[in-house]
């Protein structure tokens, strides 16, 4: 059997009112934020990478490395991810079997992370990472919910789904804690705090 056409999609759309200032623009490693999750998404040659943007849109073209990614720009991208996700279906290619969730305000999630995800998927329509403390992104979704993914609305509709869905969701187990996702100055100083023990180590 051939393997499926599967999709990643790096959700960087966010507005930012808490931070109140453009996340996906912020210092990390040698690059943004944004730019690094969307390197850690080019590192599982993934059949399709898309990203959705909306909140700073031509700042971010500017300024992050998107380098072999569809770009998806939602207009309502301030209704929550969701609104992202619809944009990202509709330019998303009709290949496509299986559709991984990224977050673009979580850097800490690394390349391997979304290879244990599909590899412990199954055949399960949804698949998501159980860490040592909660569940959390990445996400799997089959073809079969595309049209149920579509027609969610605000940023807690992916959650919402998976509660409807929660016989069919398999749970793959990630060794550590749910990696840090920033919405707020306290969460950007963590995570570089987290940062530097991981550069002076590599040093």
Known sequence: MAEPFVAGLVLGAGDST??????????????TLLGHVVATARECRFDQLLVAIGGAAAE???GVDLAGADI??????????????AAALAAIDRRCELLVLMLGDQPRVSAETVARLLAGRGEAPLAICRYDDARGH??????????????????????????????????????????????????????????????????
Do not use: M
């Open 72 to 85: 998806v720009q939602g207009e309502a991208h301030g209704e929550g991810c969701s609104s992202s996700i």
């Open 138 to 203: 990445p996400i799997a979704f089959a073809r079969t919910l595309f049209g149920e993914l579509a027609a969610l609305h605000g940023d807690k509709g992916v959650w919402r789904l998976l509660d409807r869905r929660a016989n069919e969701v398999a749970e793959v187990a990630i060794p550590g804690p749910l990696p840090l996702d920033v919405d707020t100055e306290a969460d950007y100083a963590a995570l570089l705090s987290e940062q530097r023990p991981l550069a002076s180590r590599a040093a």
């Open 60 to 62: 971010v073209r500017a």
């Open 18 to 31: 808490r931070l109140r200032r453009p996340k996906q623009l912020l210092a990390y490693g040698s690059g």
